[in-house]
């Protein structure tokens, strides 16, 4: 049975990639910092085993990783979801925005995948996926610090995968566009114009269930009427 550990996995994208890869069967590990949000997803699905943990914290990770192998053995398929999203804009955010959004998007990613890969290594075999988004193969006007962190994880993705091709490891960077989950709380769009979160993680079951000898390397996704812009709110004509 794959061992497949999902950070940020209480709600939204993280919570339906954690759901699809339970419904096929798989040994999921799913973490968050909140316990609320992970007794609901125990609740729902009690196989599910969830581990309290701020990837922020680098002790934390540390123990996370050293956890969950110790209870499951080798991870099969890291998926590094876990993040957050501050609007705002270089020359107007605050100055330690930048730190913030690296600490919440890329470096609990980065550690997380360093202590797992040596197994994955050993094993030659193994798969890190990594949630990236649009936001990190394109500039949008309040993309910030966020875009950049972003744009950081998509390199990150990149260059792991080149180190890995020697090794069997594959890794695919994930980058959807809106997607409707609680980023989006109060912003008046009706719900049609955003992707499902279930579609993507159909696309992360999708890039993992192929068979070894091939990468799905960017999987790019947007809602079927593009990018939300200034249309979706009346400010210009459609
Ligand atoms: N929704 C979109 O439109 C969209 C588009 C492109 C990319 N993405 C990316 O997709 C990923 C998921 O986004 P989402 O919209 O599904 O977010 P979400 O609904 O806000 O869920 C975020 C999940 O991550 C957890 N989390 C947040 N910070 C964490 C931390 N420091 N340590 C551990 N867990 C943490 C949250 O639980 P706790 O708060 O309890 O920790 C929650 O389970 C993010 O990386 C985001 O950047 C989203």
Not at 28 to 49: I, N, S, Y
Not at 53 to 70: E, K, P, S, Y
């Amino acid at each position: 049975m794959s061992v497949v550990l999902v950070t940020g996995a209480s709600r939204g994208i993280g919570r339906a990639i954690a759901v699809r890869f339970v419904r096929e069967g798989c040994s999921v590990v799913a973490c968050a910092r909140g316990e609320a949000g992970l007794a609901e997803l125990k609740a729902d699905f009690p196989h599910v085993d969830c581990m309290p943990c701020d990837m922020r914290d680098g002790a934390a990770v540390d123990a996370l990783a050293r956890d969950v192998q110790a209870r499951h053995g080798a991870v099969d398929l890291l998926v590094n979801n876990a993040g957050a999203y501050r609007p705002g804009q270089i020359a107007s955010e605050d100055d330690d925005a930048l730190l913030d959004m690296l600490q919440a998007n890329l470096f609990g990613a980065y550690r997380l995948t360093k202590r797992v890969l040596p197994a994955m290594v050993a094993r030659r075999s193994g798969m890190v996926l990594n949630v990236c988004s649009t936001a990190s193969i394109a500039a949008y006007p309040n993309g910030g610090s966020y875009s950049i962190a972003k744009h950081a994880l998509h390199g990150f993705s990149r260059n792991l995968r080149e180190e890995m091709k020697p090794h069997g490891v594959r890794v695919v960077a994930l980058l959807p566009g809106a997607t409707l989950t609680a980023s989006w709380e109060g912003v008046p769009l009706p719900p049609e114009r955003l992707m499902r979160a279930e579609d993507v993680a159909e696309m992360a079951w999708a890039a993992w269930s192929m068979s070894a000898r091939t990468v799905v390397e960017d999987i790019v996704m947007r809602p079927q009427r593009g990018d939300i812009g200034d249309a979706d709110f009346g400010d210009v004509p459609a």
